[in-house]
């Protein structure tokens, strides 16, 4: 059975930082994209950034420059490194994941969420 499972979630002053882990577990054959999203009490979850297998990456207007992407697929783990966090950057955060699993060819890739995990970022 294939899981994600974030950590590194917490409590931040204004200004300081986080990084965030996503590791996806079991009989993993490949991994396309991963991103993270976050969903704000009373809001929609949205985008926060993605990143493909090649290394490309993509973020949403809020976190550019503060927050990077990266993933280290020999251990099937993607990072949100936060800096210079805001208190409107608090949510949940939730790592996703298009995971192939499955036998056969070509890969049948599926989506997958992470349980999420809690940023508070206090002013």
């Known amino acids: 059975q294939v899981q994600l499972v974030e950590s590194g979630g917490g409590l931040v002053q204004a200004g300081g930082s986080l990084r965030l882990s996503c590791a996806a577990s079991?009989?993993?054959?490949?991994?396309?994209?991963m991103g993270w999203y976050r969903q704000a009490p009373g809001k929609q979850r949205e985008l926060v950034a993605s990143?493909?297998?090649?290394?490309?990456?993509n973020y949403a207007d809020s976190v550019k420059g503060r927050f990077t992407i990266s993933r280290d697929n020999t251990k099937n783990t993607a990072y949100l490194q936060m800096d210079s966090l805001k208190p409107e950057d608090t949510a949940v955060y939730y790592c996703?994941?298009?995971?192939?699993?499955?036998?056969?060819?070509?890969?049948?890739?599926?989506?997958?969420w992470g349980q999420g995990t809690q940023v508070t970022v206090s002013s």
């Open positions: 996703n994941a298009d995971i192939a699993y499955r036998r056969g060819f070509p890969p049948d890739y599926e989506n997958f």
């Open positions: 079991g009989s993993i054959r490949s991994i396309n994209a």
């Open positions: 990143i493909v297998r090649s290394g490309t990456s």
